[in-house]
T-cell receptor
């Protein structure tokens, strides 16, 4: 099976702009989670989608949003970009069921976002 | 906020030696997982141990879990230069993974 793919791999934006990142999970995986990784804060959970529904959400402002499509592909959007949003954004998919725990998450290579 | 805290923050060893990394956490968990990350790339899952398990092995990896002390350790035996990476523990509760800040392991050839 193909792994988790993320596009684009690198992105440069300016403050105030918005950005949309895309994630394609492993075929058959219905759970997609997003994480932000920065040198200062480390890896922080953004949100998780399962079957097009947001099931979990981290402590990020409303500028960070996401969605999942019927084919399990997911997008995350960041509006009104700030310098502090510069980070590696990682997407992970899992084959866990509706009521089971996370089990193994398979990560994509990430999207490196730089905000100038 | 970070749940897991790894110790030490950085570790440098010679090839062939064993590497031991520790992780402590604060709340209840369903399971604890260890991941590896090479140079700011995606994370690779190494091993998962459930809250009712005490020890697990996978190849050169051995992980232990002590829920009474809320701590876990990851042992990599016979380390190789290719093991050089950042290692993260992550605790899972209610379908949410919370990562520590990671340990940087350097294995000298």
């Amino acid at each position: 099976k193909a792994g988790v793919t993320q596009t684009p791999r690198y992105l440069i934006k300016t403050r105030g702009q918005q950005v949309t990142l895309s994630c394609s999970p492993i075929s058959g995986h219905r759970s997609v989670s997003w994480y932000q990784q920065t040198p200062g804060q480390g890896l922080q959970f953004l949100f998780e989608y399962f079957s097009e529904t947001q099931r979990n959400k981290g402590n990020f402002p409303g500028r960070f949003s996401g969605r999942q499509f019927s084919n399990s592909r997911s997008e995350m959007n960041v509006s009104t970009l700030e310098l502090g949003d510069s980070a590696l954004y990682l997407c992970a998919s899992s084959d866990k069921g509706l009521y089971s725990s996370t089990d193994t998450q398979y990560f994509g290579p990430g999207t490196r976002l730089t905000v100038l | 906020s970070q749940q897991g805290e790894e110790d030490p923050q950085a570790l440098s060893i010679q090839e062939g030696e064993n590497a031991t990394m520790n992780c402590s956490y604060k709340t209840s968990i369903n399971n604890l997982q260890w991941y590896r990350q090479n140079s700011g790339r995606g994370l690779v899952h190494l091993i998962l141990i459930r809250s009712n398990e005490r020890e697990k092995h996978s190849g050169r990896l051995r992980v232990t879990l002590d829920t009474s002390k809320k701590s876990s350790s990851l042992l990599i035996t016979a380390s190789r230069a290719a093991d050089t990476a950042s290692y993260f523990c992550a605790t899972e509760l209610y379908s949410k993974l919370t990562f520590g800040k990671g340990i940087t392991l350097s294995v000298r050839p």
